[in-house]
T-cell receptor, first 110, second 111 residues
Framework: GENVEQHPSTLSVQEGDSAVIKCTYSDSASNYFPWYKQELGKRPQLIIDIRSNVGEKKDQRIAVTLNKTAKHFSLHITETQPEDSAVYFCAASKDNDMRFGAGTRLTVKP | DTEVTQTPKHLVMGMTNKKSLKCEQHMGHRAMYWYKQKAKKPPELMFVYSYEKLSINESVPSRFSPECPNSSLLNLHLHALQPEDSALYLC??????????FGPGTRLTVL
């Protein structure tokens, strides 16, 4: 089955800096790659996603890149703010079967 | 309605109890999911229903029994659980095979 690895497990940045989180997946048939943000005690919230026929997608301060050949994808957050502090999960999915990475705890220091 | 709702928010049960978790969505989504999330871990897929039919069962113990009475509702029946089953149980739904939206979860404690 699909195996998703995510790095780093923790990331601390200064407010205004950029943050990058990287994931790799094992199943070349996976065709959908979402990113979720989960604050303490809350549900995972979809923040951005990318399909396998697209290499890059941007939404304001958040961007995701996908390299299908290398089977890795990354989340980029620019101009980080304290409210970006949360756990971020990447995931890889095919046919409704979605597998998550282990998560990255992002801390943005004011 | 653009939300997935779950009841109850919290549940404490003994190992001999029978209880049910409920999930509802009115977005017209045709796929619904159950995930289990332990503290400081990612959500783990348990079951997937597509068009009210069970399409994925991730080798979940039979003490967890899913049910999809209609396209808007998803239940998870619990019986003879173990303390290690204590976790946050998340429901999600999606229109097709992709964007999944999560409910707030039920925090389950098994004594």
């Amino acid at each position: 089955g699909e195996n998703v690895e995510q790095h780093p497990s923790t990331l601390s940045v200064q407010e205004g800096d950029s943050a990058v989180i990287k994931c790799t997946y094992s199943d070349s048939a996976s065709n959908y790659f979402p990113w979720y943000k989960q604050e303490l005690g809350k549900r995972p919230q979809l923040i951005i996603d990318i399909r396998s026929n697209v290499g890059e997608k941007k939404d304001q301060r958040i961007a995701v890149t996908l390299n299908k050949t290398a089977k890795h994808f990354s989340l980029h957050i620019t101009e980080t703010q304290p409210e970006d502090s949360a756990v971020y999960f990447c995931a890889a999915s095919k046919d409704n079967d979605m597998r998550f990475g282990a998560g990255t705890r992002l801390t943005v220091k004011p | 309605d653009t939300e997935v709702t779950q009841t109850p928010k919290h549940l404490v049960m003994g190992m001999t109890n029978k209880k049910s978790l409920k999930c509802e969505q009115h977005m017209g989504h045709r796929a619904m999911y159950w995930y289990k999330q332990k503290a400081k871990k990612p959500p783990e897929l348990m079951f997937v229903y597509s068009y009210e039919k069970l399409s994925i069962n991730e080798s979940v113990p039979s003490r967890f029994s899913p049910e999809c009475p209609n396209s808007s509702l998803l239940n998870l029946h619990l019986h003879a659980l173990q303390p290690e089953d204590s976790a946050l149980y998340l429901c999600a739904s999606s229109q097709g095979e992709q964007r999944q939206y999560f409910g707030p979860g039920t925090r389950l404690t098994v004594l």
